[in-house]
């Protein structure tokens, strides 16, 4: 077969491909980040990109989905657009690569309980007169510092490096202990420094937290964009890429896991030190980015009853998942509580002590699957909301994900106002933002109760008609502009149409019967939580005035609500500072009652009645 160079601009990056490959397939081997929001199914139509040289006609799909004057000047989607040619290919606007990822949050009191100590050992050297073994006599001085003979032990991979170590440190050494096991030695007095690193794999970004596992203290944090997304935005599109692809599974896992050594390498440079300092890492992520991680096929989570592979903590070898840190090093994987109430709701419960509260709380964290949990010391209860990709962006025709070049928030002030991340011309809106229009909409009475966009004579709030020239008719729908063509990045006008709305309420309306039967399990009305705490990326820029306009959350929360960040990172670090923490994190996926919103008895009803907006 024949094989095309593609030259990406800017950067002029050239790959060679066999014909017939996809732009985006050109893309993944080239390792050019992109966001591919629909997984690359040819559905979101957000995947533009420009051909300057090779141009050939549309696909029909592509003719549907983009304006013709964007035809004309050479824009194709990257998912559909196979190579025939040569090509020149101008991607998007780079800065709209740039994420904003979340890796603030609310720390908490705690006691430090490394899982790993190091203790600094005089071995004595041997002799004519004391012949023992060098693994004998290194146990010998252990058994000085008070560990006990009979359960000591070491890897082979310790054993290995034993007798270069011993010989080359003068017989003063530092043993690196887990447990009763000799997880590693090092030369000389090493008791000073123990590094980890605690890591939150969400399904769109990868944070990493280097920390000094005596002290505590955090050296460094890294973040990327999750590398899968190129293989799909949501959970729901990874467990079909995982279990419908070829080699589907191996491609994520290796995704991710080469994310991680990279994150684990910037890290260690930010603060001149190395990986092989680092005996443990953390882990926290939903139940998919859990299980492929780890190399286990998934679809039991995809299938009704939608159970997870394993819930229980596991600690592995760092090398049997080539992640690069001492050769000895291990990886903490929290538990999970569902198919869909992973290790990082768990994180986040254990970081925000809702099981110790004498007070009942309202966890949130939005999302594609929003998780909810709800509770206290006496009991929690907890259920995963789909909510379907509206809050990310997707699904929106002037969506996009909360990064530079976004709308985020707007404002119906004398004349309509709106922030953009990063400053500069706007490239569409992200989810906060939608919630910001329609909500401000919906008092406007724009918008009634159940959605529809009005006509101006039907508006009876003279405070509307400052927005009259905002409301047009797009594709034969209603519509509220919020920018117009000539002062976006991108030159097309920037809006909400009524399809955007219903969109959203099909969203909110999940989470939001989600925490009613949830109440409902509990046994309690909204106004009996004290606080409600949002957790993650979108909960932590979204006004929350907005979100109880549109029903999201209660309204008689609207002063209780609390964000708390990225709970799950902080759960994260917990579990990797401290054994008992990690601990208690089985034991808090173990007492949480897990609520199947789909088989609820009024689920339907509740849902449609949620997808309605609340105006006060
Ligand atoms: S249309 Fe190409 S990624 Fe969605």
Not at 5 to 13: E, K
Not at 109 to 115: D, G, I, R, T, Y
Not at 145 to 161: N, P, T
Not at 228 to 243: C, E, M, N, P
Request: with cysteine; charged share 20%.
């Amino acid at each position: 077969m024949n094989e095309h160079n593609v030259v990406f601009q800017p950067g002029n990056v050239v790959v060679a491909v066999q014909e017939g490959s996809t732009l985006k397939e050109t893309m993944n081997d080239a390792g050019l980040a992109f966001d591919f929001l629909c997984g690359g199914r040819g559905t979101c139509g957000k995947c533009r990109v420009r051909i300057t040289r090779g141009l050939t006609s549309p696909l029909t799909k592509e003719e549907e989905m983009l304006e013709a004057n964007e035809l004309n000047e050479g824009f194709r989607l990257a998912c559909l657009t196979t190579v025939q040619h040569d090509l020149i290919v101008e991607l998007p606007n780079q800065k709209s690569l740039q994420h904003n990822i979340l890796i603030a949050s609310e720390e908490r009191v705690f006691q430090l309980e490394p899982h790993f100590h190091k203790v600094f050992l005089e071995v004595d050297k041997p002799s004519r007169e004391a012949q023992s073994s060098d693994w004998l006599r290194l146990k010998e001085s252990l058994i000085q510092k008070g560990y006990q003979d009979r359960a000591l032990g070491a890897s082979i991979s310790v054993l290995r490096q034993m007798p270069d170590v011993l010989r080359g440190a003068n017989h003063q050494i530092t043993a690196v202990m887990y447990e009763s096991n000799v997880a590693g030695i090092e030369l000389r007095d090493s008791t000073q420094t123990m590094l980890g690193m605690a890591f939150d794999i969400g399904t769109t970004t990868i944070v990493g937290y280097l920390l000094d596992l005596y002290s505590g203290e955090e050296l460094s944090v890294v973040s990327t964009l999750n590398p899968q997304t190129s293989y799909g935005a949501d959970v729901i599109s990874r467990l079909t890429f995982a279990g419908h692809e070829e080699n589907g599974l191996t491609k994520l896992q290796d995704a991710v896991i080469e994310a991680i050594n990279q994150l684990i390498s910037q890290a260690v440079e930010k603060v001149s030190l190395t990986k092989s300092q680092i005996y443990g890492i953390s882990i926290a992520g939903n139940t998919c980015m859990h299980h492929i991680l780890l190399g286990i096929n998934p679809q039991s989570i995809a299938v009704s009853p939608y159970v997870p592979a394993l819930s229980e903590t596991l600690v592995l070898d760092a090398s049997e998942l080539q992640i690069n840190i001492n050769p000895a090093g291990k990886v903490f994987m929290l538990p999970n509580i569902a198919g869909f109430v992973g290790a990082d709701t768990v994180a986040v419960l254990l970081s925000t002590e809702l099981d110790r509260s004498e007070d009942i709380k309202l966890v949130i964290d939005i999302g594609t699957n929003g998780e909810i949990a709800l509770g206290s010391r006496e009991k929690i209860v907890a259920c995963s909301a789909a909510a379907g990709p509206a809050f990310e962006g997707a699904q929106i025709s002037s969506g996009m994900r909360g990064a530079v070049g976004a709308i985020d928030h707007v404002y119906y002030r004398d004349t309509l106002e709106y922030s953009v991340i990063g400053g500069g011309e706007p490239l569409g809106i992200c989810g906060s933002a939608l919630l910001d229009t329609v909500a401000g909409l919906v008092e406007l009475g724009i918008i009634n109760k159940r959605g529809k966009i009005l006509d101006l004579e039907q508006v009876t709030n003279p405070a509307a008609q400052r927005f009259k020239e905002n409301l047009i008719q797009f594709e034969g729908q209603g519509a509220f502009l919020l920018a117009d063509s000539s002062i976006t990045g991108h030159g097309r006008a920037i809006m909400i149409t009524q399809s955007d709305i219903r969109e959203l309420q099909m969203a909110k309306g999940a989470m939001a019967a989600g925490v009613r039967i949830l109440l409902e399990t509990y046994g309690i009305q909204a106004q009996d939580i004290k606080e409600v705490l949002l957790a993650g990326a979108f909960g932590n820029y979204l006004t929350p005035h907005s979100a109880c306009v549109i029903g999201l959350i209660p309204f008689e929360l609207e002063n209780r609500i609390k964000m708390i960040g990225n709970a799950a990172g902080t759960g994260s670090k917990l579990a990797l500072l401290s054994s008992s923490e990690f601990r208690r994190a089985e034991a808090i996926a173990q007492g949480v009652k897990f609520v199947e919103l789909g088989s609820y008895p009024k689920f339907n009803k509740i849902f449609g009645e949620c997808t309605y907006f609340t105006i006060n």
